[in-house]
């Protein structure tokens, strides 16, 4: 059975919009905080989304998988996210001072963070077959992700608090836009949470099972070097004489993009652990490509990053959504941010910060060093993630607990989406 065309276009178009009101804001962001007299804070800027990332997304996880719909928590927090923002770009506007800066981007960040995992729980919960159709629909949030950079570009707001206001605009029209969304199913109630449950400290139980593990673990520690794409590669960019850095940032949205469409037919063909292991060869090879220090090799790293991201990211998300109990939907998608923008990001935006600092003296910048060590990093991902995933099932799904909270372990029968997996456990 296939999800209507209907349906299709509409959980699409909440991927555009979303990807569009998060690139407004993340990729001119460090161009609009050196403008504005603000370039020491960037490695925390940066890591203000890694420290929301630590609290919201399970506790909105939880909330969205017992209390209330997903898609009334997205709508709330798309307003909230909006709101924030325009303060925030604001603040840059009139120059206020660092900490204050600092203090709303945080807010922001905690009004953002759970988002993305929100719109990802409501889409796999509205498409009949995630293996086949997911990955057409993500790719909307790619291209919506480009078009966001192409109007700031187009703007000429690379450098201007004016990206921040407009993004905060597109985060009012998602708001609005979720209206039309298709209501998610919420599981029977639970008379008594504990305050782990109510935290949604209680999925931290799905790390027990091995591959889970593995695969929570890979995109964590894959998180730790990507970190460094967009805040680095703009200045590196601009030191090459490319300008509208913007623009040039969405060559890795093209690879996205086609990984993306291509995602079904891998599936078909290959195991599980080769999707994996081809984004981080793909994540290898961008930071190495980096490292020789040029305009064409740069802007083919630059390039290869959609494609790394999408058979890493991407396909971690399908995994879940096929082998968790869909009771534990959200939360297993909110542990992922946690792990990857609340963990991952906030060692790679701190580490990567001290590293590009390490490699700057007189305002100049040893690029080849700098990108060379994050290449050593990420084969050291490669490596572990190769020699620990195992890819074995018997046919079962594991879950940390029943809805309810049962300590023990329960097994649950595979779902269809589960079912298309199967061949990839071996």
């Not at 276009?9 to 909440?14: G, H, K, M, Y």
């Not at 981080?280 to 390039?303: E, H, K, Q, S, Y």
């Not at 084969?379 to 879950?399: D, I, K, N, P, Q």
Request: proline share 5%; glycine share 10%; with cysteine.
């Amino acid at each position: 059975m296939s999800t209507t065309p209907t349906s299709k276009a509409r959980l699409a178009t909440l991927y555009f919009l979303h990807g569009a009101a998060l690139s407004m804001w993340f990729v001119p962001l460090t161009t609009v905080l050196d403008a504005h007299g603000l370039g020491p804070i960037k490695p925390l800027a940066f890591a203000c989304s890694a420290v929301a990332a630590f609290v919201s997304p399970l506790i909105f996880g939880a909330l969205a998988d017992r209390r209330v719909a997903p898609v009334r928590v997205l709508r709330g927090l798309a307003v909230a996210t909006g709101l924030t923002m325009a303060v925030a770009s604001a603040a840059i506007h009139w120059r206020a001072p660092a900490w204050l800066v600092l203090a709303l981007i945080q807010l922001h960040a905690l009004c953002s963070a759970p988002t993305f995992s929100l719109s990802t729980t409501v889409i796999l919960a509205g498409v009949q077959d995630s293996r086949r159709e997911f990955g057409p629909i993500r790719a909307l949030a790619t291209l919506g992700w480009m078009t966001g950079c192409w109007v700031v570009s187009a703007l000429k707001a690379d450098a201007s608090a004016m990206s921040g206001f407009a993004g905060a605009g597109v985060w009012m029209l998602l708001a609005g836009f979720t209206f039309c969304l298709p209501a998610v199913d919420l599981p029977p109630p639970v008379s008594r949470l504990s305050w782990a449950q109510r935290l949604g400290l209680d999925a931290l139980g799905l790390l027990r099972h091995h591959d889970h593990r593995v695969v929570y673990l890979m995109v964590a520690l894959f998180a730790v070097p990507i970190a460094a794409f967009y805040p680095y590669t703009p200045p590196h960019l601009r030191d090459l004489g490319l300008t509208r850095t913007s623009a040039w940032m969405t060559l890795g949205q093209v690879t996205e993009v086609l990984a993306m469409l291509l995602l079904a037919h891998l599936f078909a063909r290959w195991r599980l652990k080769w999707i994996f292991t081809g984004g981080l060869v793909f994540g290898v090879a961008r930071f190495a490509l980096c490292a020789l220090n040029d305009r064409p090799w740069i802007l083919a790293g630059v390039t290869l990053h959609g494609a790394s991201f999408t058979l890493v990211i991407i396909t971690a998300q399908i995994y879940l959504d096929a082998r968790v109990d869909p009771a534990w939907r959200a939360r297993a998608q909110a542990l992922m941010t946690l792990l990857t923008s609340g963990a991952g990001y906030l060692v790679g935006y701190l580490g990567n910060g001290w590293w590009f600092a390490v490699n700057t003296r007189g305002g100049v910048t040893h690029w080849p060093l700098f990108w060379g060590g994050l290449t050593a990093v990420m084969g050291l991902v490669l490596v572990y993630f190769v020699a620990a995933y195992r890819g074995v099932g018997s046919g079962f799904l594991r879950t940390p607990g029943s809805t309810a909270g049962a300590g023990a372990e329960a097994l649950k029968k595979p779902t269809a989406a589960s079912a298309n997996l199967a061949p990839y456990r071996r």
